[in-house]
């Protein structure tokens, strides 16, 4: 308001002067110095109130920047004077600009909060598998070398470790990892081709406790479910990607010529390593084991694979109980049709499985399964099959065009279940129950 009041002085005597029709050298002097002083006057007061104004906002920042580290209001942190100081750069740039101050709290969305929970209460049951096998050089000596690596889940506090089958295949020491840093030695209880599913142990020193993981319920899982995965991609321990549920029930042949059926499918990133490692939703259960990836390069490109836990739950339980799966199976000798086969036989088919022989007295047997009656040698002089048989072409809702969908329709059948069977007979089709 002041210097409002003294710049309206100052044009009233400007225009005052110009007004004049005629002055004198005496007038034009006093006109000269009056308006040097009202110049100067205006500069110093100015001046002032501008300094006053800046000190005054630069102590409301101070505080508000020394709030953040010490609420007694006093400055006495070197990063409170370089907040200090660049907040009288930002004024002097423009004393109208609002600088926001951090609070000093981290806020986390509730995405982020979800994540950071899973990966708290789950990473510590995830270990590191590293394995040594056993090689021949060229005078047929054995040495032992590295093997492969991958990662394994804590499913039980007495040391017993979920992973996948080709993590350990060949081994003949097994190492495991855990997130302090200490390493044990572990041995295989039982393993499991059809599901690539295995189970070792260790033995947790005295007073250790073990952190594990629990199953969740894969059935129940939706295309576009959030999944976290946890594994040890490239030798990189405890490393957690996210992503969803990309696609269910996908039917992928394994490494070991196995077709694993009802695969959960997921664009959370799965590299070498992360085999047999937990995918997780987000309450921190396990609904699948991370098992391949689809990829030409060798690396994740966003279709990755995992076991369902539905599968694992039953695979885990026989491997603890037996050392393997008890699986239903149809007491005949079976053999993959082929094309040469269909030739030589004059076959109207050259796909599904050729029952060589039934088992005497057995379930397959009294379900009126038919075994061939033509010998013949097969692969080898040392190897008979017998033809004319039946050709199994369906078993229950899945169609058997090779030995691996044999597999995969048993894969979850146990004995005693009674299947149905759709077998080629001459040219017809025909349907059994069989009992396994």
């Known amino acids: 308001m002041f210097l409002i009041i003294i710049r309206l002085l100052y044009s009233f005597l400007f225009i005052k002067f110009i007004s004049m029709k005629l002055y004198s050298t005496s007038q034009v002097v006093k006109f000269c110095a009056l308006t040097a002083i009202v110049v100067f006057g205006i500069s110093a007061v100015g001046g002032g109130l501008a300094k006053d104004e800046k000190a005054a906002a630069l102590r409301d920042g101070a505080v508000a920047v020394n709030e953040k580290i010490n609420p007694d209001g006093q400055i006495s942190s070197a990063e409170g004077e370089e907040q200090g100081n660049e907040l009288t750069l930002g004024l002097e740039q423009n004393p109208a600009v609002i600088i926001p101050v951090s609070t000093g709290t981290s806020n986390y969305t509730q995405d982020e909060q979800q994540n ?18 056993t090689s021949y050089d060229w005078f047929l000596e054995p040495y032992v070398q590295d093997g492969g690596s991958g990662s394994g889940s804590i499913i039980d506090k007495r040391g017993y470790i979920l992973t996948n089958v080709h993590v350990i295949q060949g081994a003949t020491k097994i190492y495991v990892s855990l997130f302090d840093g200490t390493q044990y030695e572990a041995e295989v209880v039982g393993q499991d081709l059809d599901s690539d599913l295995a189970v070792i142990k260790f033995d947790p020193p005295s007073g250790m406790e073990l952190k594990t993981i629990s199953f969740g319920d894969s059935t129940a899982l939706k295309v576009g479910q959030k999944v976290i995965a946890i594994g040890n ?10 992503g969803i549920v990309s696609g269910l029930g996908r039917p992928i042949q394994n490494s070991n010529n196995r077709i694993i059926r009802n695969m959960i499918q997921t664009d959370a990133s799965i590299n070498p390593g992360n085999s047999g490692g937990p995918l997780l939703d987000t309450a921190g259960r396990m609904i699948g084991i991370n098992t391949m990836i ?18 694992a739950v039953r ?4 491997l603890i109980k037996y050392g393997k799966v008890n699986r239903g199976k149809i007491e005949a000798r079976l053999v993959q049709n082929s094309r040469r ?3 030589y036989s004059g076959l109207d088919i050259a796909t599904g499985m050729l ?10 047997e009294a379900a009126g399964l038919k075994g061939g009656t033509e010998a013949a040698y097969y692969g080898n002089r040392s190897s008979v099959i017998y033809l004319g048989g039946d050709i199994i ?10 030995l691996a969908d044999y597999y995969s329709a048993l894969e979850s059948k146990r004995p005693g ?20």
Do not use: H, W
């Open 233 to 242: 991609p490239f030798g990189m321990e405890r490393t957690m990607t996210t």
């Open 341 to 343: 086969i269909a030739q």
């Open 116 to 133: 950071i929970g899973v990966y708290t209460a789950c990473n510590e049951a995830v270990v590191n598998i590293n394995t040594k096998v």
């Open 315 to 318: 695979v885990v339980a026989d």
């Open 417 to 436: 279940d009674v299947i149905t069977v759709v077998v080629r007979r001459g040219r017809r089709d025909l349907t059994l129950r069989v009992t396994l």
């Open 393 to 402: 072409t369906k078993i229950d809702d899945v169609d058997v065009k090779t």
């Open 355 to 364: 029952v060589s022989e039934v088992t005497k007295g057995g379930n397959a």
């Open 294 to 311: 689809m990829s030409s390069s060798g690396s994740s490109s966003g279709v990755g694979f995992a076991v369902p836990s539905e599968t």
